[in-house]
């Protein structure tokens, strides 16, 4: 599904005529951001969303954005879209290790005792070891830093001890003097650690950072923010594509308690957060009021049909994605992707040197 219309569902109302930059004021740039939601191994379907538009396209599909923000698996795919890599290695990472990642890489009667000891073990401490992601993340990202990054970025995270929030940036304001050094391994492991699967990352600073999703599941609001409020774009100049992990379909009974609500009370958390974000960005960007600035692309599945740890989804996963990308291309292209964006050059670089331009 996407979603530029007031109904919040369906086709947007001038899928044919929208042209890239109709809404922009003369002389003004148009910007174009990319905003990809958590949800573990439910990460395959923006991934192979994002590959199966980046086959039409002449270059990495990081490079037709301005910005770039994702949460936990959102996060892992952002990170590695900004240092430069196809979507198609991304979505190869959640193929070739997701199995392993989720302990799940093993078949037969091991594979079933190893899944009934993570139950119990789920029940006083992380449910997965976090070496396997971390490792997997090395492959790709090596120890290159935030500062290696060809686009702006935006990866959040939650300090559970000073209780406040903590987003890795990139160098695109003069007063973010210190993200750019960090690795982007702890920026993508930092984001992922997603409380009860994995533990706490702590970082080569020695600081304790959980999931983003604790407070930015769908990290769209602070995109536009980030945006409008410290890179000083026009909220008439914005475009976003806004990637979700799966929307399930499910009822919150009128008396709710643990026994009736149970797990899905996280679900409904993050379900509030992320609809409180989707309606902040459409307020700030002029969505719905004067023209078409947020792209929605998500899918309804029925409730606990797709898990968040569970790998034996990802080949449908990316079954639906390469569909859905196939069908959005036409609207997104002339949007998105009629030509790569400006280079970004940051403030600072790993040199310590300091660009005003």
């Not at 409380?195 to 304790?208: A, K, L, M, N, S």
């Not at 409904?268 to 929605?296: I, N, P, W």
């Amino acid at each position: 599904m996407v979603s530029t219309d007031k109904g919040g569902t369906g086709r947007h109302r001038n899928e044919e005529a929208s042209l890239a930059g109709e809404d922009e004021r003369p002389g003004q740039t148009r910007r174009r951001l990319l905003c990809i939601d958590g949800g573990g191994i439910l990460g395959t379907f923006p991934a192979a969303f994002l590959a199966e538009l980046e086959n039409h396209l002449d270059r990495p599909i990081g490079s037709y954005f301005d910005l770039i923000a994702g949460t936990s698996t959102g996060g892992i795919i952002s990170v590695a879209l900004a240092l430069g890599h196809p979507a198609s290695e991304i979505l190869g990472l959640y193929e070739s290790r997701g199995p392993e990642i989720f302990g799940q890489d093993r078949r037969g009667l091991y594979a079933l005792l190893a899944r009934r000891l993570r139950g119990v073990r789920w029940l006083y401490r992380n449910k997965y070891d976090s070496d396997a992601l971390r490792d997997a993340l090395r492959d790709i990202l090596g120890d290159r830093r935030i500062g290696h990054a060809r686009t702006r970025l935006l990866v959040p995270a939650w300090n559970p001890v000073a209780r406040s929030v903590y987003i890795y940036k990139t160098a695109h304001h003069p007063r973010l003097k210190t993200d750019y050094r960090s690795l982007a391994v702890d920026a993508a492991l930092a984001t992922a650690a997603a409380p009860t699967y994995f533990r706490q990352h702590i970082t080569q600073h020695d600081v304790g950072l959980l999931d983003g999703g604790v407070w930015a599941n769908n990290p769209i609001a602070i995109a536009v923010v980030e945006a409008i409020g410290v890179l000083g774009w026009a909220p008439e100049s914005l475009h976003v594509l806004s990637l979700g992990c799966l929307e399930e379909t499910y009822t919150v009974p009128k008396w709710a308690g643990l026994g009736t609500l149970g797990a899905k009370a996280v679900k409904l958390f993050m379900d509030g957060q992320s609809h409180g974000a989707m309606g902040m960005a459409k307020l700030l960007t002029g969505h719905e009021h004067d023209r078409d600035a947020v792209y929605r692309i998500n899918h309804t599945v029925p409730y606990n049909a797709y898990r968040m740890d569970d790998s034996g989804v990802i080949r449908d996963l990316k079954g639906l994605g390469h569909a859905m990308g196939r069908d959005r291309l036409p609207v997104l292209e002339p949007v998105f992707f009629d030509a790569p964006v400006e280079d970004f050059t940051p403030v600072y670089r790993l040199n310590e040197e300091r660009h005003d331009d």
